[in-house]
Structure formats: C-alpha cells, structure tokens
C-alpha cells in the first residue's frame, strides 16, 4: 500500500485583529473547558447535585489547570528564559527590541497541568465537602480525557510534541519547524487514544 506524506504548515492564528490574535490552540482549550462544563453539568445533574458547587469546580479547574500548565513549563523547560524575564511567566507578552508585545501564552505543558489540577481539586474539596475526593476525581477524568484530545489537537496546529522520523513517505513533514522528512504524527495519535479512552470511561460511568 502505497502512503504520500502530509506537508504540513498552517497558520497557527485562526484570525487577528491589530496585535491581538486567536490562535488554533487557545481555541483548543477553550473547547476543552466549554465541552468539559457540559459533560460534568449533566454528571451533577444525573446524580442530582445542585450546579452552584459545578461553578465553584469549574473555576477552581480552570485556574489550576492553566497556572499549572504554565508553570510546568516554566520550571521544567524554559527557566534559563524566565528567570531573567519574571514579568513573562503569569502575563501573554513577550520582551522584544521593541519593547513588550502581546503573544499569548506560548508555553503550556500538560504535566504541569495534571499536577494543577490535583492540587485545584484538593483545595476545592477542602471548602466544598459535598462529595469525596475519589468522588470527584473519578468523574472528572471523563471530561478531562476528552478535552486532552483537543488540546493535542491544539498541539499538531503548533507543530510540537512531534514524533519520530517514519523513515517511509508516510507521516507530516512540519514545514513551520523547517524541516523536509516526514515525521508520525505523535500528537493525532495521542488524540485519538485520549478519544477512545473518553468513551471507555463514560460507559464504565454509565453502567
């Protein structure tokens, strides 16, 4: 069977207005976090929980997810970078020769965001005692592993977490990484388990 690769370069901004722009992966994670509410609206419905302490999770995950992430990559990957530009680690700009400009965040890395999260989910329980931690985290995971999915999507639009070399015509040459050899596309792999894995664990929920 015969496989042609993939050259791939697109636009990692979705539109721009002036400085400010949307990129893929910000919508990525938006979707995440909109797909994620509406999954654990209709758990705290189905179990009959009211949804004022949903609005209280949803914000505590939120927060802790992207701080996390953010300084999962500032510590684990870039801190030769940050800790001469301190201002950058919780603010979307960058330092230029022209002074400060707007980029969004562009460092984010998803372990970090795991260790935010259960650190979030913690402090959450200490204030809102109505259901156990285990409770919790076993609901969470579903929509988590769906919005992982995305968020590797997200990651395949920046051309990062690539694979390896396929060493075949099949496989994604990442032209925005200047590169000419086709690579396996690690991060739609990634997706797809994360995919699969989000309907394994909603029918275990569901029976």
């Known amino acids: 069977m015969y496989f ?16 400010f722009g949307i990129h893929y992966y910000s919508l990525m994670f938006i979707i995440a976090f909109s797909l994620g509410y509406y999954l654990m609206k209709n758990i705290f419905n189905d179990e009959k929980i009211s949804l004022d302490y949903l609005e209280s ?9 992207l701080l996390g992430a953010r300084l999962g990559d500032v510590f684990f990957y870039s801190w030769d970078y940050y800790q001469n530009h301190p ?19 562009r460092g984010l890395a998803s372990h970090g965001a795991v260790i935010g999260s259960l650190i979030g989910l913690y402090l959450y329980r200490l204030k809102f005692k109505e259901r156990s931690l285990l409770w919790l985290l076993d609901r969470v995971t579903i929509p ?3 919005g992982a999915s995305f968020v590797r999507i997200g990651n395949f639009f920046n051309s990062e977490i690539v694979g390896k ?4 015509n099949f496989g994604v ?21 994360y995919l699969i894995l989000f309907f394994l664990l909603r029918q275990v929920y569901k029976t």
């Open 87 to 105: 201002v950058e680690i919780l603010l979307p700009i960058r330092d230029t020769p022209n002074g400060y400009t707007f980029t969004g965040f």
């Open 144 to 146: 988590v592993s769906i």
């Open 4 to 19: 042609s690769k993939i050259d791939w370069a697109p636009s990692e901004t979705l539109f721009k207005i002036g400085d």
């Open 57 to 65: 999770l949803f914000v505590y995950m939120v927060l802790s997810i």
């Open 173 to 193: 040459v990442f032209l925005n990484r200047g590169e000419s050899l086709p690579r396996h596309p690690a991060q739609l792999y990634e997706a797809l388990g």
């Open 165 to 168: 070399y396929s060493n075949s």
